[in-house]
């Protein structure tokens, strides 16, 4: 009986050191959480109003062609960018955006074109890798403050790929923000740029003068597009991931204080039925004395 107590007193401090852990987690979490939200509500307005001009040069520029918007007559080479976390305890932030690649993987390769994957975190890296995928590029510098230069590091060599012709589409899979509630994985066609249609196709606002000419602001325009892009998904997929960390943490200090709870009142139990043995015991014993 005293080895019992004694290993349940033992579980009730384990338990307890792993809640104060979870609990610093669920903090830090949400101290992260709110300003990686922030970094979403600076960077989504921008890319909005970029995507939004990005369609009234083209609408303007007519037939102008540019490298980055022109579809290729054959699609035969793609590539996946999978962002993913550098670390865990994030719930399922992980294995929904590896299971979303892998299925935009097996669809491109059912269609018979030849597929590369490049990866931005460790955990999409470690996982891909253990299950036999080739991965092209893998990113693991990318902190929980991602920044512009991190976003054109990771653009950049895929859009030379393009240009070059080694690829002929880039799909982008990353978690996105929708709001503190939700958030899921999304598949984007990244390149070749697509710009925002208007109904009538022309241009959606008053009579605008283009200097420089359009090819020039297209020059400028589409680099700095594919850049914004990629550091929006940066930030969401971040912000998504602290919020999927809170979740997950709060929810471990949840099942560990029902945990402690449990302990205790095992504890109390096993402490009275002992109780209750020595004082059967002491008046047995007085009882043989008579």
């Given at each position: 009986m005293a080895e019992r107590l004694k290993d349940i007193r033992i579980r009730t401090r384990s338990v307890a050191s792993t809640k104060k852990i979870t609990r610093t987690m669920e903090l830090v979490a949400t101290s992260k959480m709110k300003r990686a939200q922030d970094r979403v509500n600076a960077a989504s307005p921008y890319q909005a109003k970029l995507h939004e001009l990005l369609g009234e040069v083209v609408a303007r520029a007519g037939d102008v062609a540019h490298p980055l918007i022109a579809k290729r007559d054959k699609v035969s080479k793609v590539a996946i960018l999978l962002v993913t976390a550098n670390r865990g305890l994030c719930g399922g932030y992980n294995a929904n955006a590896i299971r979303t690649a892998k299925r935009i993987y097996k669809e491109q390769q059912d269609l018979g074109r030849e597929v590369s994957i490049d990866v931005v975190g460790k955990k999409g890296m470690t996982t891909l890798r253990f299950q036999g995928y080739k991965l092209n590029r893998t990113h693991l510098g990318i902190t929980d403050r991602p920044a512009l230069k991190d976003a054109q590091a990771i653009?950049?060599?895929?859009?030379?790929?393009?240009?070059?012709?080694?690829?002929?589409?880039?799909?982008?899979v990353w978690t996105h923000w929708k709001s503190l509630a939700s958030q899921a994985p999304k598949v984007l066609r990244l390149l070749p740029i697509e710009a925002p249609a208007n109904e009538s196709g022309k241009a959606r606002s008053g009579d605008i003068i283009l200097d420089p000419s359009p090819e020039e602001l297209l020059g400028t325009l589409l680099p700095m597009y594919l850049t914004q892009s990629m550091y929006t998904f940066l930030v969401e997929a971040n912000a998504s991931e602290q919020v999927a960390r809170r979740t997950a943490m709060k929810s471990a200090t949840d099942n560990a204080s029902e945990m402690i709870t449990g302990l205790t009142r095992k504890l109390n139990r096993a402490r009275q039925a002992q109780i209750t043995q020595e004082i059967a015991e002491v008046v047995g014993g007085a009882a043989a004395l008579e």
């Open positions: 653009i950049e060599p895929l859009r030379d790929d393009f240009l070059k012709g080694q690829i002929d589409e880039l799909y982008v």
